[in-house]
């Protein structure tokens, strides 16, 4: 890859021929974009406001990059929610297999571990990176780094040139590949949405998705820090801890990526798995999962969520076992035989809301204590003030509004020969290699809808 010359003049009018690509964002999107441009066959240029390429996805999959899912085709679109349907086209023409192709083209080797989760064979993030760099250098783009973009230049509802703070350089067509607002740190700070709003562009509210949550009661949540919960039952409702009832929880999950939603009621989400509690909240996989969810529910009223420690029971059912433990037990003290129920640092806490003294022989808790502690670990309730910010989310939701892209090309509605593609768009999903699925495949059928605007025949 080498560099592009940058001029002053930004044209005069759109009946330039420029037949040069122009991408801008180097990450999972821009460099899939701007090398199946340069495989077309187009001058592809791919402008970078940092010092380096791909760096979300250095960190992405604690630093393994997940670049994809094992799943059936059918079964990714409910990941992505209700705009899963925008990416049918795109999945029918750029899917898994092409992309673990076009990596193993390039020397990279997957493997596909729990959950259908496909890796680098070799742990490496950066072997993805380096891949699509040779993607890239294959076809010749010519690479700006440390170029920050300033506007999209139009003229007559068409593309013309993209200004940068070191100058214009001419496009016959763009790919807006900014990504979203989180992470800044790589150079996602929202670029995506200032610079599509200001060509006319609608932005669907940008807000963070796969993010922790902030609780209301963090003296709570403090006492309880760093607590890493399995085999849990997290539900998320609309209403204030204190209004929590048992019929609220369902003994399946429920939410985004399941046959099952929620009917309209106060139940939002429901998930099993493993989740942690930090000294501001909760964290943890089923809460980043049910996280937006959340977030957009806030907009409407209180939310709460409740934990059930023990979901494999009924609360009939742990009444029996808990009723049964303390008299086969009974001289052993509350405080030694919570030690069979809960993680060590939750004792306190629990000892403290039951409040059953910790030394109390079982055989002398009484039926109400034994219900105030099975209430507990059947529904311990936290209010949800929000979630952290975007600097803190592994994704953003909102983006480019769909109804304004075409979904067979990834072109503008409203501007010609422009294109987007990867987290500016409104698309976003659930951990598990689904995000960047959605990003090369948005991203390849971008660069090559933007080589064929060019006048870049298939070759």
Not at 107 to 134: H, N, W, Y
Not at 207 to 235: D, F
């Amino acid at each position: 890859m080498t560099e592009t010359r940058i001029s002053s003049d930004p044209g005069r009018d759109g009946s330039t021929e420029n037949r040069d690509v122009v991408v801008i964002g180097g990450g999972a999107s821009g460099m899939m974009a701007a090398g199946r441009a340069a495989e077309m066959g187009a001058r592809t240029v791919l402008i970078e406001k940092t010092d380096a390429l791909g760096k979300k996805i250095l960190i992405s999959g604690k630093f393994r990059c997940n670049v994809t899912n094992a799943r059936d085709l059918d079964d990714f679109f409910p990941m992505y929610g209700p705009n899963g349907r925008f990416l049918h086209g795109v999945f029918h023409r750029f899917f898994r297999e092409e992309l673990l192709a076009l990596l193993g083209r390039f020397g990279v080797q997957t493997k596909t571990e729990r959950g259908g989760r496909i890796f680098p064979a070799s742990d490496d993030a950066g072997d993805v990176v380096k891949a699509l760099r040779l993607y890239m250098k294959e076809g010749g783009v010519r690479l700006l780094l440390n170029t920050p973009v300033q506007d999209i230049l139009i003229h007559n509802k068409r593309i013309l040139s993209v200004r940068t703070a070191k100058g214009i350089v001419p496009a016959g067509a763009v790919v807006l590949a900014a990504g979203g607002a989180s992470w800044p740190k790589t150079g996602s700070n929202g670029d995506s949405f200032r610079l599509a709003s200001g060509v006319g562009h609608r932005i669907i509210r940008p807000r963070p998705a796969l993010v922790p949550l902030v609780v209301v009661e963090q003296n709570r949540a403090r006492s309880m820090q760093g607590v890493s919960l399995k085999n849990v039952r997290l539900t998320s409702f609309r209403g204030k801890a204190e209004d929590f009832s048992l019929e609220i929880v369902p003994r399946v999950d429920v939410g985004r990526g399941f046959n099952r939603r929620p009917k309209k009621g106060r139940l939002i989400e429901s998930r099993f798995g493993e989740m942690m509690i930090t000294h501001f909240g909760i964290g943890g996989p089923i809460t980043l999962l049910m996280s937006l969810a959340v977030v957009d529910a806030l907009q409407d009223g209180p939310v709460s969520v409740a934990i059930d420690f023990k979901p494999a029971l009924s609360y009939s059912e742990l009444r029996a076992r808990l009723q049964r433990d303390f008299d086969l037990h009974g001289k052993r003290s509350f405080k030694s035989l919570l030690r069979g129920l809960l993680p060590g640092k939750m004792i306190e806490p629990f000892i403290e809301m039951t409040g059953i003294p910790a030394e109390r022989p079982g055989n002398q808790i009484s039926a109400p204590e034994r219900e105030s502690l099975l209430s507990c670990l059947k529904g311990l309730c936290f209010n949800i003030k929000g979630p952290l910010g975007l600097n803190a989310a592994i994704v953003t939701a909102g983006g480019v509004s769909l109804d304004e892209i075409d979904p067979r090309t990834m072109a503008s509605r409203l501007v010609d020969g422009l294109f987007f593609c990867g987290e500016a768009i409104d698309i976003d999903a659930d951990t598990g290699g689904y995000n960047l699925q959605a990003a090369f495949s948005t991203g390849h059928v971008a660069g090559e809808s933007a080589a064929a605007f060019v006048g870049i025949d298939s070759p």
